[in-house]
């Protein structure tokens, strides 16, 4: 096996499964030969998947697990109750060097607590954020920490900042990318205790490219690439993206039915303005890191399809190749020095 | 005079002083004859805007003032030193009972912190929030608060959620309102410190029409017609509306040039896609009412064209027929006597 990169795909979680995880799991290792990939779930289901499709079966493997956590389950009773979920068997691989990264679709605050609990923060990391990537004008933009922690402090955002910065140029491959905290204006003075304490941390360190505050309103225009702010305002930002979003294209569809001209021209443009949106649309970025862990955790929105579940088993490969937690590891390490200094 | 409302405008204020405030007010006093208007500013620059108009000239008045508050000033240190600025000159009259209301396109924090400062907050109100109307799927909503203040407590958002619940009810005709706090997450128990101290109060209150905790992504939906947070997350609801919406919109264009079959639909949508976008742009409900205090104070937009400035002068009959202040003076006492009787 060598040099491949073993991803575990959690088959149950989602609102697909297995069906869809399990299709991106095949098109992932057909896609890509550095691939491995270890299906956890229930063994019959997952079997009755794989028979669909024709793929090299020397990279994929079952890993059986009976039991599922669901949406509404409480998360820390879900991960301590169910020892055989397919979460909790594949974060236990990775924790145990089995498997270098895993991608589930299952319930967001399981798939957070289990990472931490069970994954294991990397020593020196205070919290381990959520970070998905967004669609911008330019492109994408990571936005962390989007529903890790809630009430954070700013040595919290300090190192979301440092990991974020991290991701984008060694995963994402952004030379020296631009860091920005979300303020409720550009002036430095601007914001609550919170912001207004992070704000110093963030213009000493030399380690990241920060470029000082930016408005909610500039983040869809893409001005930075790493959008620092503390869970509650991240999941109001990403959960905005998705309702303005909705709302106006039901709004545009509406607004050109209303005319037999519009209707007409609606018909013409339809191809067009679909690909547009769809390139504008959060869930297109399905796979948010779980950053600051010692092993690769990704969340995929959880109605995910196989193209999602496909590209989070694809990132994994950037993440490995460029040891993505010995230099977050290094980089805190190398703070802590600094501030022991000081 | 009677039973004419008086509403200052400050001619000054915002991009388009003093063409666009004067304009907006000749449009008021033409449209409604309640409305007596107060321009204040500098008098010459305003009557050479008015003399451009035919209008009901019994209804018009010039207030001079000779200084303006600019937009980067820091707004405590300019309400102090500025006696005769436009802003304090009229927040002033309605201070003394002169004018019912004023309506500003000047410095958010100028009129923020000169409408607690010189206006003063009706007893019993912790803080006044700025509250500006947004569109939704369904209509409009308001959210409360949007830059008032910031690192708020508990307490405050009930004071918001009850003065909202107000606003819409006999400024905008909404019966029974239905009140939601921001959240992450559905649940009662989700969310930051503030959140979970706030969910019981509004449970509690009988007095309003609580449906629980909205999710960011169902704002635009229109699910609540009162939308509660704290400043921080208001003014990243609204500067997300604007964000995600240009972006989108700059996205659907682009998109439709693409091809010469698209470019001939985009022809024939055009006027459709320019009517249902307007319906959807955050600033054509350009005022925002400062409630709490002892008379109205609306702020608009700092873009404002005649017609916002029109729509907010019209805006200040229902809040003056309908005694908004004292109705929210008998709620806010309603339920401190409540509390103590508890």
């Known amino acids: 096996m060598g040099d491949l990169v073993k991803v575990v795909v959690d088959a149950m979680g989602g609102d697909f499964a297995p069906e869809e995880p399990v299709k991106g799991a095949v098109d992932a290792v057909r896609e890509n030969a550095e691939i491995y990939v270890c299906l956890v779930g229930k063994e019959e289901l997952i079997r009755r998947e794989l028979e669909k499709y024709t793929y090299p079966k020397e990279r994929v493997e079952i890993v059986p697990a009976s039991e599922v956590i669901e949406t509404g389950e409480p998360p820390v009773k879900a991960i301590q109750a169910k020892k055989d979920s397919s979460l909790v068997v594949g974060l236990t691989m990775v924790r145990k060097g089995q ?21 294991r923060k990397i020593k020196g990391v205070e919290r381990a ?8 004008e330019r492109g994408v933009s990571l936005l962390i920490d989007c529903g ?8 919290h955002l ?5 990991m974020g910065s991290i991701y984008m140029e060694y995963v994402m491959g952004v030379k020296n990318p631009k860091v920005a905290l979300v303020n409720i204006g550009a002036e430095e003075e601007k914001g609550n205790e919170l912001v207004k304490g992070t704000f110093p941390l963030l213009k000493a360190n030399k380690n990241i490219n920060f470029i000082g505050n930016i408005e909610a309103r500039d983040i869809p225009a893409g001005k930075a690439d790493v959008i620092v702010t503390e869970a509650f305002v991240g999941n109001v930002i990403l959960k905005m993206y998705e309702g303005v979003g909705a709302v106006l294209i039901r709004k545009v569809k509406e607004g050109m039915l209303n005319s037999l001209r519009s209707k007409i021209g609606a018909l013409l443009v339809k191809p067009a303005l679909k690909k547009t949106l769809k390139g504008f ?9 779980l950053l600051g862990l010692r092993g690769l955790v990704v969340k995929t929105h959880g ?5 999602e579940f496909k590209n989070s088993i ?4 950037q993440f490995k190749e460029q040891d993505l937690s010995g230099k977050i590891q290094e980089h805190l390490a190398a703070e802590e020095k600094v501030e022991g200094e000081n």
């Open 99 to 119: 498997a270098d990264a895993i991608v589930s679709s299952g319930s967001t605050g399981a798939v957070l607590v289990g990472g931490q609990a069970i994954v």
């Open 129 to 136: 954020p959520l970070a998905p990537l967004i669609p911008t």
């Open 148 to 155: 890790a922690s809630v009430d954070a402090r700013p040595s």
């Open 158 to 162: 300090s190192q979301f900042a440092v």
């Open 281 to 289: 649309d959060v869930s297109e970025y399905g796979g948010a890191p």
């Open 303 to 307: 109605s995910s399809r196989a193209v």
């Open 314 to 317: 694809l990132q994994c490969i």
